[in-house]
Every structure is written in C-alpha cells, then in structure tokens.
C-alpha cells in the first residue's frame, strides 16, 4: 500500500511539473516576442536616425537583415534575449548644421581690456573741449512756460500772512493791511514786515506762505524758496527742473542771482500772480538771457559733460579763472577755483562756463546767417 501510494505521488509531481515547464515556456516565449518587438522597434529607429543623418541607403536593409537573424535564433532558443535589459544610451554626433551655437556669457568688453589712451601732450586740462548734449527732462510737452489749468490758487486777504518782496534778493514774511486799487484797475497790497517796516508791492511780488502743491509746478514758474541756513529768509527764482527719478525726485530752481539749487517741495513757495514773460522780472543780465534761452530750449536743455578732476574755465567775479570738478549732482557740479580755493555750485549748461559760452556764441552766429539767408 505503501508503494502504491508513492508511484500515485510520483504521477502527481510528474503532472505538476509538467505543467510548470509548460507556463515556463510560454512566459519566455512571450518575453521573447515582446523582447524581440522592442529591439526591432529600437533597431528600426536607429536605422531610421542614422539613415537622415549620414544619408547611406543600405543602413536600413542591414537593419532588417539583423532583426530576422535575431528573431530566428529566439526561435531556435539560441541568444534568446534575457527578460531584463539594461537600457543602452546612444549618442549620435550631430551634423555641423544642427549644432546650436555656444552661448558665451563674458561680453568682448569684459573678455578683452579696454584700450589704453596715450597721455595727452598738452599741460593744460582745460584746454580739453567737453561733451555737449541736449538732455530730455521734459514728461511732456504741457510742462513748459504755461501754467497748469488744474493748478488752482487762492485769492489774497485782509491780515493774510504772505511772503513778500523787500529787496531784489531778499523776500521776507509778512501780513497784508491794506489793499489798493490803481486807477488802471491793478491792484497793489501793502504789506507789513515781522521786521519792521511797510512796503507796497505788486502781484508778482507776493507769495503764499503756505508750500506749494505738485500740481501747482510747471517749468518755468515763478517761484520763493526759504534758505537753507537761514529759516526767515527767502530768494526768488524760476522752476528749472520737475522732480523726477532723474534729478532723485528734487526740484531744479534758478534763482535770480544765477545761483542753481536742488530743493525739496516743503522749501517752495508759489507766486500769486507772475508776469506773462518771467524774464521780465529778472533784473537785466546774463542770468535773463540764460532763462530765456533755457525755457526756450526746454525739454532739451543743453549740457556740458566733464569728468571729476577735470580743470576748466568758468566766470567768478566777471572774470574767467581756472577751477576744478570735485562733485557731478545730476545738471550740477560743484568746482573749487584754484586760486581763490572759493568752491561754488554751477549748472552745468551755465554761460559762466566757457566751453558753454563759446557754443552759445557759435550757434548764435549760426542763427544770424540763416536768418540773413
């Protein structure tokens, strides 16, 4: 009984394990196929690649030679793949066409050192003629001479606190008493002084003592600014320059006196009633002729282009002296005068300079003859 059962045992594990070489040989044979469909597949690519790339028309019947010669040896159960390949990676030169340029990152500026200039031969630096451009400072072109129709102004007042004209130079805080009517209809405000005295002005010589609002500013408007060492005195001028991110949001003020200044907006009082032509309320002069060219040059002013340490010739006292470039602040520099050591703030398209002045005298005889033409 015994033995019986082991030959049943026997034909059991016969049966199972032929079985199980039965499932073994048709998963390879699956494996095989899908194995084979890949490597075809990778094989037909790479014939397909190679043949745009080196244009040889055999490449691809050599391809499909190779793929029947591997598929008949995994039928035969010779170099039948295995059921995990490692994935291969093929790198494939590319044509000289095909190749993308190399992004170079270093500029030829920065790659190869500015060349060098000779030393100049000639001993005096301010015989070196600057740089003259027309710089655009203008937003628009509503921004010049007219006065903005949005920028309203109050009416003077009885006992209202007012800046007013004391000397050409010299404006000074003060109350209105008294309001006169002229017989040609103008009117005049007498004004008197915290210092002492009375003085009867006109319109164009009053200002409000309150700051003056931004939309109240237009280039060209006659303007009061407070001094800066000096809380109760102010100095007339004409607004030159907006505040803008080229001038690091300053205002740009000619006074009268030809002295240029960059002030904030709490330091600017406005005019109640300016003349027509703002020229006509600067004394005569250089400094008049320079307005007038200015607000007719606007937004294209002219400008000199120096260097820090460079020596040049500009006016002091009416008379041309040597001076030199220690601070460039936007449309000023200030120069130290090597005689006197004197150091003063000048605009840089001023008249004072004579680079500037000589271009101005060019361009003038230029305008006579085409007018004479």
Not at 131 to 144: N, P, Q, R, T
Not at 292 to 299: C, D, F, M
Request: hydrophobic share 35%.
């Amino acid at each position: 009984m015994a033995m019986i059962m082991t030959v049943d045992q026997l034909e059991t594990k016969t049966l199972l394990l032929q079985e199980s070489l039965k499932t073994e040989e048709n998963l390879l044979d699956y494996e095989c196929e899908e194995s084979l469909k890949t490597e075809e597949n990778l094989l037909d690519y790479e014939c397909e690649d190679e043949k745009h790339i080196f244009e040889s028309p055999n490449d691809s019947v050599c391809c499909v030679n190779e793929t029947a010669r591997k598929r008949k040896l995994c039928q035969n159960g010779l170099d039948c793949p295995r059921p995990f390949k490692k994935p291969v990676v093929v790198l494939t030169r590319l044509p000289e066409y095909k190749k993308p340029a190399r992004i170079n990152k270093c500029s030829e500026s920065d790659r190869t050192p500015p060349p060098t200039s000779p030393p100049s031969t000639s001993t005096n630096a301010a015989d070196v003629a600057p740089v003259i451009i027309s710089s655009v400072f203008g937003h628009s072109s509503k921004e010049i001479i007219t006065a903005r129709p949005e920028a309203q102004k109050d009416e003077l007042k009885l006992n209202m606190v007012v800046l007013a004209r004391r000397r050409p130079m010299r404006w000074q805080q003060g109350k209105i008493v008294e309001i006169v009517t002229r017989e040609d209809g103008r009117l005049k405000y007498k004004v008197s002084f915290e210092e002492k005295g009375k003085s009867l002005v006109s319109g164009h010589h009053v200002a409000f003592d309150t700051t003056a609002k931004v939309e109240q500013l237009y280039v060209g408007a006659r303007v009061v600014i407070q001094c800066q060492d000096n809380k109760y005195r102010f100095q007339p001028g004409v607004v030159g320059e907006l505040r803008s991110r080229k001038n690091r949001l300053r205002f740009l003020i000619f006074l009268d006196d030809h002295t240029p200044v960059y002030v904030g907006l709490p330091l600017i009082h406005l005019v109640w009633k300016p003349l027509e032509n703002i020229a006509d309320d600067i004394p005569e002069g250089p400094h008049k002729d320079f307005i007038e060219h200015y607000l007719n040059k606007w937004p294209y002013p002219q400008l000199t282009q120096y260097r820090l340490g460079q020596t040049l010739n500009a006016e002091l006292n009416r008379v041309l002296q040597k001076c030199e470039v220690q601070i460039i602040d936007c449309s000023l520099m200030q120069v130290i005068f090597q005689e006197s050591e004197h150091k003063e703030w000048i605009y840089r398209g001023s008249s004072r300079l004579a680079h500037m002045a000589k271009f101005l005298e060019m361009k003038h005889r230029e305008q006579l003859e085409c007018d004479s033409d």
